[in-house]
């Protein structure tokens, strides 16, 4: 893992990151001047905090998320959520000297961090949490996820996080009386029919067997292969599997599915809305996304139409030569407490209260007499609520003595059985994005036929060995 980390150790913005730690105080804690004694918490309660998904979905909601923060801690709290492009105003607003209490980010951005120097570790404050430590709170394996190879912990789970997975219309399979696919052949022809036998029943040729967007959580089809979406460590080497020889197959399947039509040819361009959107409006019948999203997509057409006939389901992805399945967990987001911040014991306490049941309701249900009333000692959902679908930020948590007031949405205990049962994590180095876009590009090439699919990936890996994104194995 050193190793590792010194071949893909990347670089934030020489700016960002002297500006973020010039706010550092001498106090080897950064407190900034706020006095502690005894673990008390003599800070002014004020948090401020940047986040990618957490809080309202308009502005007006974000105001009365804070007015509920404060309401439940004491905390009064200003959130900054961008409607877009996170990462790029979360690098602009440390760039330009913002100084945060918390923020809410990725593992990868996170490690890359970390090797800036710029995040407090939490490790000790964590063990000694009454509530952190607690491992039917957080179970103790899953600490191991965001550990530093050196056993450092610099962040806390904001959620738990699922994984993805291809997700099919069930109520067209039974339409068309076909099984749900399980090999390549399989999956062929349920897409093939998906996209000739009218599954929408309008008599008019308008579907599609798949779409997705881009290159966007394919491991449930390269799955047939046995290969990792990212990186794999081999003789203490690192490769890419969608760059090596037994990736050709797949992009093989891939592109017939192209040129016969069945995969929607804007494919390469959807955004994972415009996805969705076909999915939803009875365009396609399977995408690739995330187990949460089976609950959402059910909700949304069952909140259009009580008696719709509408069914998303999760499938394990497509079976390897031996009948296994392989799909892709996905990276825990987590809530990281910068070393200049001005308040980091009220944010550690924050971090404590997310993991509890009043902060549990109110990121997922969300905020009481808006998203949600209490009557009668029971939890009803208003209009908006309903709209929300129960994600505030966390629909899915890892409390064990906290249960879901209205339980999953339909679908979800499934698609999240399915990640226990087939999905690990990915090795996700810190410059992941460079390598993508390579392997995005000579994909594309060979899924929409300009390139043979073997010529396609050998440019791919010569590429990647170019650039130093990915070790020489020969």
């Not at 990281?336 to 014991?345: D, G, T």
């Not at 879901?404 to 999905?423: I, R, W």
Request: a negative charge; hydrophobic letters at 40%; aromatic letters at 8%.
């Amino acid at each position: 893992m050193k190793r590792i980390s010194a071949l893909y150790k990347t670089v934030l913005a020489g700016s960002a990151a002297a500006i973020l730690l010039a706010g550092c105080s001498s106090d080897p804690a950064g407190m900034s001047g706020n006095a502690q004694t005894s673990g008390e918490n003599k800070e002014n309660r004020t948090l401020k905090m940047m986040t990618g998904v957490v809080g309202g979905k308009t502005p007006e909601e974000m105001a009365l998320f804070e007015n509920e923060i404060e309401r439940l801690t004491g905390i009064k709290a200003s959130i900054n959520k961008p409607a877009s492009d996170y990462d790029q105003k979360l690098m602009a607003a440390i760039g330009s000297g913002e100084k945060f209490d918390l923020l809410q980010i990725s593992k990868a951005s996170m490690n890359t961090f970390i090797d800036q120097g710029i995040l407090t570790p939490l490790t000790e404050q964590i063990n000694e949490s009454p509530v952190l430590s607690d491992p039917s709170i957080i179970p103790e394996n899953e600490w191991q996820q965001v550990a530093t190879p050196d056993g450092q912990i610099y962040g806390v789970f904001s959620k738990f996080q699922g994984g993805t997975m291809p997700i099919v219309r069930q109520d067209w399979l039974d339409k068309l009386g076909l099984e749900a696919p399980v090999t390549l052949d399989d999956y062929y022809k349920v897409l093939k029919a998906f996209k000739e036998l009218d599954p929408d029943g309008n008599q008019v040729d308008d579907t599609y067997g798949l779409t997705t967007a881009g290159m966007y959580e394919l491991q449930g089809i390269f799955s047939a292969a046995g290969l990792k979406q990212r990186y794999v460590e081999q003789d203490g080497k690192l490769t890419v599997p969608y760059a090596s020889d037994a990736a050709i197959g797949v992009y093989e399947f891939l592109n017939k599915l192209y040129e016969e039509g069945i995969l929607d040819p804007n494919f390469a361009t959807n955004d994972t809305a415009q996805m969705r959107n076909l999915f939803l409006s009875d365009r396609v019948g399977m995408i690739t996304y995330w187990d949460a999203w089976v609950g959402m997509l059910n909700n949304t057409r069952l909140q259009e139409d009580p008696d719709t006939d509408f069914e998303a389901k999760a499938l394990p992805g497509i079976a390897d030569a031996n009948g296994k399945h392989m799909l892709r967990r996905g990276d825990p987001d987590v809530w990281v407490i910068p070393v200049n911040a001005e308040h980091p014991q009220t944010a550690f306490e924050f971090l404590e209260w997310w993991h509890s049941e009043e902060g549990i309701v109110l990121s997922s249900l969300g905020i009481l007499n808006h998203d949600y009333i209490v009557k009668d000692g029971e939890y009803e959902l208003t209009d908006i609520g309903k709209e929300h679908g129960s994600d505030h930020g966390a629909p899915f948590w890892y409390n064990t003595n906290v249960q879901a007031p209205f339980g999953k949405l339909p679908g979800v205990q499934e698609a999240q059985d399915l990640v226990m049962q087939y999905a690990d994590l990915e090795l996700t180095p810190a410059n992941w994005a460079d390598a993508e876009k390579v392997i995005q590009h000579y994909s594309f090439k060979a899924i929409m036929g300009e390139l043979p699919a073997d010529q396609a990936v050998q440019t791919m890996r010569d590429e990647l060995i170019r650039q130093k994104l990915m070790d020489d194995l020969r």
